[in-house]
């Protein structure tokens, strides 16, 4: 099949996490015959070193003509003194919104092979699996009104939701919850938002719909430390924006390091795919960084993007055989595993195993 993918790697390890992702999409083209284009655009803090503005037009035009985005992560630490609308995150949140993807996939799966590495107990996180579905377009990331009076010393954001954009995400999430385990677990602060009131009788209206679907509301703060005590409970974790940035990156915790994490944001006139971390600026251009996060994305590209399933499962099976063979880069290297293997050595390793897994 034909896929044009754009790739914006971005700032920090996001170009090194994603070379990586990009080979494993070449080696699943090459072995089906499959006719996959690359084409490069810049974003984030190279974007704006190199033309003035985080989000060149040029970035844009490529996303909406691709069938697919994949981006590695924006930020850098020497654009920190500029307000929120010139930095390199200004350029994310900006193509996210022209692409227009409203839910935001974020998996979270305990790889057997980690146990060891998290700081939780592996009899907490064996078998756990997650499905975060983020709503990205919303909430206090694009509330108006906002701003900061540095005289004055006054500072707005605004968390905002409509009762469509509400409908559109947890139906999202109930359809979702119907293909796993048929639990939907909404989370918000409803005891003091009015914004997380709306998302609460927003669910529980839908709910009559999914009537295989176990609904529960759990308020933001008791859910962070449920997450670590008993993420086996959980199944699709619905939440407003920024709760889903927080919470996801806690899960982190469960396989042991954010370098792990995929996502994938559906909904919009082009998927966007991106690992849940950042630029990392304490490792990058080091070697250092942890590639599997940006190749399970890939994996996702594949699944969401071109329905090609089975090539999406061999990655991941790759990446699991991979970490059972205890290849680890620096941040998986706890729990007794010694090896420390480098960004680009770790993509080898699925390279190699991918190959065995497409040649069954
Ligand atoms: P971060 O995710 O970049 O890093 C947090 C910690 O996790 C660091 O210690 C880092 O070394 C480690 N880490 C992250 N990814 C890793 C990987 N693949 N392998 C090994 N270790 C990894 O978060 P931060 O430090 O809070 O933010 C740094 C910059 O990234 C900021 O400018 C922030 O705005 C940006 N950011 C961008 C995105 C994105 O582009 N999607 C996401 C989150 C943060
Ligand atoms: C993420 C990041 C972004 C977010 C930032 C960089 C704008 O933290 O993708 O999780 O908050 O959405
Ligand atoms: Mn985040």
Redesign the pocket.
């Known amino acids: 099949m034909k896929l044009n993918i754009a790739i914006l790697a971005?700032?920090?390890?996001?170009p090194e996490?994603t070379g990586e992702a990009v080979k494993v999409l070449k080696a699943i083209a090459t072995a089906g015959g499959h006719d996959f284009t690359f084409t490069e655009a810049l974003i984030?803090g190279v974007a704006i070193t190199a033309e003035g503005t985080p989000l060149p037009q040029r970035t844009i035009d490529i996303s909406l003509a691709a069938d697919a985005v994949l981006?590695?992560?924006?930020?850098?630490?020497k654009f920190?003194s500029l307000t929120p609308d010139k930095?390199?995150?200004a350029g994310?949140l900006a193509i996210r919104q022209h692409l227009g993807g409203f839910a935001n996939l974020r998996p979270c799966l305990a790889f057997s092979a980690l146990s060891n590495n998290s700081v939780l107990k592996p009899e907490v996180i064996e078998g756990v699996d997650i499905l975060f579905v983020r709503e990205l377009l919303g909430g206090l990331y694009f509330g108006q009104p906002r701003s900061w009076d540095k005289e004055t010393g006054l500072a707005i954001n605004t968390m905002v939701y409509t009762k469509p954009e509400v409908e559109r995400v947890a139906h999202i999430g109930f359809q979702l919850a119907q293909k796993r385990k048929k639990k939907l677990t909404q989370v918000d602060k409803a005891n003091v938002l009015e914004c997380s009131q709306l998302w609460r009788a927003t669910v529980e209206e839908l709910k009559p719909q999914y009537p295989d679907v176990t609904v529960e509301h759990q308020l933001v703060d008791s859910m962070a430390i449920l997450l670590m005590n008993q993420p086996k409970t959980y199944d699709v974790v619905l939440t407003e924006n920024l709760f889903g940035d927080i919470l996801s990156?806690e899960s982190?915790v469960i396989t042991g390091?954010?370098?792990m994490l995929p996502s994938a944001t559906i909904g919009g006139k082009v998927n966007l795919y991106?690992?849940?971390?950042?630029?990392?600026?304490?490792?990058a251009g080091q070697g250092?960084?942890?590639?599997?996060?940006?190749i399970l994305t890939a994996a996702m590209v594949l699944r969401h993007s071109a329905g090609l399933e089975q090539e999406a499962l061999a990655i991941e099976k790759a990446v699991n055989a991979v970490l059972a063979q205890g290849h680890r880069?620096?941040?998986i290297a706890k729990g007794g595993a010694t090896a420390n293997t480098s960004t680009t050595q770790m993509g080898q390793y699925v390279l190699d195993e991918l190959a065995k897994q497409l040649a069954t």
Do not use: Y
């Open positions: 971005g700032d920090g390890i996001g996490v984030g981006l590695g992560a924006v930020g850098d630490n920190n930095r390199p995150e994310l990156d982190g390091s954010l370098g991106e690992p849940v971390h950042g630029s990392a600026p304490d490792i250092k960084a942890n590639p599997l996060g940006a880069t620096a941040d």
